[in-house]
């Protein structure tokens, strides 16, 4: 059974350039959720998408943007990155529709970004 | 801002022992809640789910919780040097996105 992965596993980027970011859901899922986590903080939530579509949004700006694609993998783009990007970015893979009372999430083992 | 509270630690209990980790959430209205364990330098992995007040038992880990108090705990029995790691508490806001705790690190000592 095939986990959740993605890709880089590191990644060192400028400030000012672009950045993208893959994940391949776990087996049988169907959502993608994206998540930012700095040093010594817990994983923020940045989007999730389903269906094709971005189905909830957390408060991250504009800069951050994604995609599904038909078979669910998903990119997650950074623009004009900032020092304060750097972090451990997760992808988690879920069911899309509610299954024992709700969606667990299974997380990938991330893409570390540093911004010089 | 919903929130999501844990005492960062570190919680160090002797090998053998229960480990007692504890969570509280602002959101009245989160419906579903989990734990999660995360490694130094990994990612984090699912442990438990728990939707319902009350206690949930899998294996040597026990989640409760309560929803009118607004908390959660995490209890591991017979804890080992292996389960030294930091534990994440996630809660739902609305129906799909996670809020986070900042963790609690725990130190089983051999």
């Known amino acids: 059974d095939a986990g959740v992965t993605q890709s880089p596993t590191h990644l060192i980027k400028t400030r000012g350039q672009q950045v993208t970011l893959r994940c391949s859901p776990k087996?049988?899922?169907?959502?993608v959720s994206w998540y930012q986590q700095a040093l010594g903080q817990g994983p923020q939530f940045i989007f999730q998408?389903?269906?094709?579509?971005?189905?909830q949004r957390g408060n991250f700006p504009d800069r951050f943007s994604g995609h599904q694609f038909p078979n669910y993998s998903s990119e997650l783009n950074v623009n004009a990155l900032l020092l304060g990007d750097s972090a451990l970015y997760l992808c988690?893979?879920?069911?899309?529709?509610?299954?024992?009372?709700?969606?667990?999430?299974?997380f990938g083992p991330g893409t570390r970004l540093t911004v010089t | 801002q919903k929130e999501v509270e844990q005492n960062s630690g570190p919680l160090s209990v002797p090998e053998g022992a229960i480990a007692s980790l504890n969570c509280t959430y602002s959101d009245r209205g989160s419906q579903s809640f989990f734990w999660y364990r995360q490694y130094s330098g990994k990612s984090p992995e699912l442990i438990m789910s728990?939707?319902?007040?009350g206690d949930k038992e899998d294996g040597r880990f026990t989640a409760q919780l309560n929803k009118a108090s607004q908390y959660v705990s995490l209890l591991i029995r017979d804890s080992q040097p292996s389960d030294s790691a930091t534990y994440l508490c996630?809660?739902?806001?609305?129906?799909?996105?996670?809020?986070f705790g900042t963790g609690t690190r725990l130190k089983v000592l051999a």
């Open positions: 728990i939707y319902s007040n």
């Open positions: 988690a893979s879920s069911w899309g529709r509610l299954y024992a009372g709700g969606y667990e999430q299974y």
């Open positions: 998408y389903y269906e094709e579509e971005e189905r």
């Open positions: 087996s049988g899922h169907d959502t």
């Open positions: 996630a809660v739902t806001e609305g129906t799909y996105k996670y809020i």
